[in-house]
Nanobody, 125 residues
Framework: QLQASGGGLVQAGGSLRLSCAAS????????AGWFRQAPGKEREFVAA????????YYVDSVKGRFTISRNSAKNTVYLQMNSLKPEDTAVYYC????????????????????WGQGTQVTVSS
């Protein structure tokens, strides 16, 4: 029900925009987030957004470089990634979970209900 896309190969300093399209239900009252997993490492939190879009939260390593946003009319969440670094290389996953508050963000794997299939991001040095 979540389809992630937009990954690819980019040089360090470049940009990519990931999209996560929801189908089968409306996710307008769901909090959403992006996670990533590099080979041999655990899945880690990257960014989260409340269902209103009014609250966002980022892991320190991407602050100022990544921006999460959503378009409820399109049932889609985005992750704009600028100034990419080789250490950003990973499979990126989007996730969604029902939220009782329009301002609540979720940043733990366990609290998310729905997951996309992942999209590979590779940043060359």
């Amino acid at each position: 029900q979540l389809q992630a896309s937009g990954g690819g190969l980019v040089q360090a300093g470049g940009s990519l925009r990931l999209s996560c399209a929801a189908s089968g239900r409306t996710f307008s009252t769901y909090a959403a987030g992006w996670f990533r997993q590099a080979p041999g490492k655990e899945r880690e939190f990257v960014a989260a957004i409340s269902w209103s879009g009014g609250t966002t939260y980022y892991v320190d390593s991407v602050k100022g470089r990544f921006t999460i946003s959503r378009n409820s009319a399109k049932n889609t969440v985005y992750l704009q990634m600028n100034s990419l670094k080789p250490e950003d290389t990973a499979v990126y996953y989007c996730a969604a979970a029902p939220s009782y508050s329009p301002f609540m963000v979720i940043h733990t794997v366990e609290e998310y209900t729905y997951w996309g299939q992942g999209t590979q991001v590779t940043v060359s040095s």
